[in-house]
Antibody, heavy 119, light 110 residues
Framework: QVQLVQSGSELKKPGASVKVSCKTSGYTFTTYAMNWVRQAPGQGLEWMGWINTNTGNPTYAQGFTGRFVFSLDTSVRTAYLQISSLKAEDSAVYYC????????????WGQGTTVTVSS | QSVLTQPPSASGTPGQRVTISCSGSSSNIGSYTVNWYQQLPGTAPHLLIYNNNQRPSGVPDRFSGSKSGTSASLAISGLQSEDEADYYCAAWDDSVNGPVFGGGTELTVL
């Protein structure tokens, strides 16, 4: 079956970096785009951007440029989110979610990765 | 402040029908289709409705979506206790050049 399995929770100090992985299985990796969505504690969903799994070209939403990097390793069917120079306000749950076309929705989501930034 | 506006909360009793609204503008709902996501407590969101009114396989027909102009609605009939969750609408937005989510509606089954 189709699965997106994310890496485990992370506790980081301000200024550090974190890399979240999203390992896929059960479908052709390059057929679907991969979105990243943030959910701050007690808050709603916020689209961070997406990466074209065919070309590796990322698109970042406003507010997620500079310190946020989307990448791929197609050999292991995995997408990555790296955040550098972490701040306390980066503390959130980060989700990956595949999408064939916006009209069809983000139809499979990872379980989420909690990133906590605290000194 | 979300681009799409949803009521923060909604409630109903078992068996009742409830609706959740999602209001946008010409740059999003007015021009593009709407998707709805359900997030059960402590879990990841999952797709509930796509393309305004289509249900993915496995989603009960108690859930239905509609769109008119710059607004959309999610209706849940025959409300059940397991429907307690947060519900989010989403639409593509020209200003963002990507999808935007509503702020979410917390549904309580009384």
């Amino acid at each position: 079956q189709v699965q997106l399995v994310q890496s485990g929770s992370e506790l980081k100090k301000p200024g550090a970096s974190v890399k979240v992985s999203c390992k896929t299985s059960g479908y052709t990796f390059t057929t679907y785009a991969m979105n990243w969505v943030r959910q701050a504690p007690g808050q709603g969903l916020e689209w961070m951007g997406w990466i074209n799994t065919n070309t590796g070209n990322p698109t970042y939403a406003q507010g997620f440029t500079g310190r946020f990097v989307f990448s791929l390793d197609t050999s292991v069917r995995t997408a990555y989110l790296q955040i550098s120079s972490l701040k306390a306000e980066d503390s959130a749950v980060y989700y990956c979610a595949r999408e064939y076309d916006f009209s069809l929705g983000m139809d499979v989501w990872g379980q989420g990765t909690t990133v906590t930034v605290s000194s | 402040q979300s681009v799409l506006t949803q009521p923060p909360s909604a409630s109903g009793t078992p068996g009742q029908r409830v609706t959740i609204s999602c209001s946008g503008s010409s740059s999003n709902i007015g021009s593009y289709t709407v998707n709805w996501y359900q997030q059960l407590p402590g879990t990841a969101p999952h797709l509930l409705i796509y393309n305004n009114n289509q249900r993915p396989s496995g989603v009960p027909d108690r859930f239905s979506g509609s769109k008119s102009g710059t607004s959309a609605s999610l209706a849940i009939s025959g409300l059940q206790s397991e429907d307690e969750a947060d519900y989010y609408c989403a639409a593509w937005d020209d200003s963002v050049n990507g999808p935007v989510f509503g702020g979410g509606t917390e549904l309580t089954v009384l």
